[in-house]
């Protein structure tokens, strides 16, 4: 079955304790992305990959770090979690070739404390 | 900076009403033009998209058109059910050579009273 999959699903945490969020894709789509979800925002991006060892910086990416190192996975990492970065965060992927449908990760409800 | 608004933030219908809602993109090379159904607790997903050189695109009872002079484009389901009720988000992207990048509205949140 074609998905892209986030884990965790739920994570809360104490200020400051690094963390990854992993996300892995099985369509072998070349662009992979990452949003966070706050009500009355929408989704803004954080940070996307259009191959593997090429990232760029979103509309958000401060506090945030990721790697490409494969294909199918875009880990998200905070090195240092802040509490306004208690977020509902989205990872996404899209195959390069075009405008086409972007396929979300299932979500990762993150609360930091 | 590049923008999408996105109205209503709420609207309420009953069931067998149409819906429409609304956006407005600020970036005139935006290309790319899809509509996001998020459920409670679920996951964005894609129910329809239409492109720059198209004007309007229909699949059963959920329709969208683009008025490119006005940068404005637009989501109108008919016959609203029950199953219809979501958070539904615009987006608009500048295509590949622009990075790929959706920019999303706000959201509307959809309810469909029986």
């Known amino acids: 079955e074609a998905q892209v999959t986030q884990n965790p699903r739920y994570l809360i945490t104490v200020t400051g304790k690094k963390l990854t969020v992993t996300c892995s894709q099985n369509?072998?789509?070349?662009?992979m992305s990452w949003y966070r979800q706050d009500p009355g925002l929408g989704l803004r991006q954080i940070y996307y990959?259009?191959?593997?060892?090429?990232?760029d910086k979103g509309d958000v990416p401060e506090g945030y770090k990721v790697s490409r190192k494969e294909k199918r996975n875009f880990p998200l990492i905070l090195e240092s979690p802040s509490p306004n970065q208690t977020s509902l965060y989205f990872c996404?992927?899209?195959?390069?070739?075009?405008?086409?449908?972007?396929?979300f990760g299932q979500g990762t409800r993150l609360t930091v404390v | 900076g590049e923008n999408v608004e996105q109205h209503p933030s709420t609207l309420s219908v009953q069931e067998g009403d149409s819906a429409v809602i609304k956006c407005t993109y600020s970036?005139?090379?935006?290309?790319?033009f899809p509509w996001y159904k998020q459920e409670l607790g679920k996951r964005p997903q894609l129910i329809i998209d239409?492109?720059?050189?198209?004007g309007e695109k229909k699949d059963q009872r959920i329709a969208v058109t683009l008025n490119k002079t006005a940068k404005h484009f637009s989501l109108h389901i008919t016959e609203t059910q029950p199953e219809d009720s979501a958070v539904y988000f615009c987006?608009?992207?500048?295509?590949?050579?622009?990075?790929?990048?959706?920019?999303f509205g706000q959201g509307t949140e959809l309810s469909v009273k029986p």
């Open positions: 987006a608009a992207s500048k295509g590949w050579n622009q990075g790929g990048k959706l920019i």
């Open positions: 996404a992927s899209t195959p390069f070739r075009g405008n086409t449908e972007a396929f």
């Open positions: 990959s259009m191959n593997v060892e090429v990232t």
């Open positions: 239409i492109r720059s050189n198209v």
């Open positions: 970036d005139s090379a935006s290309n790319y």
């Open positions: 369509m072998n789509h070349e662009y």
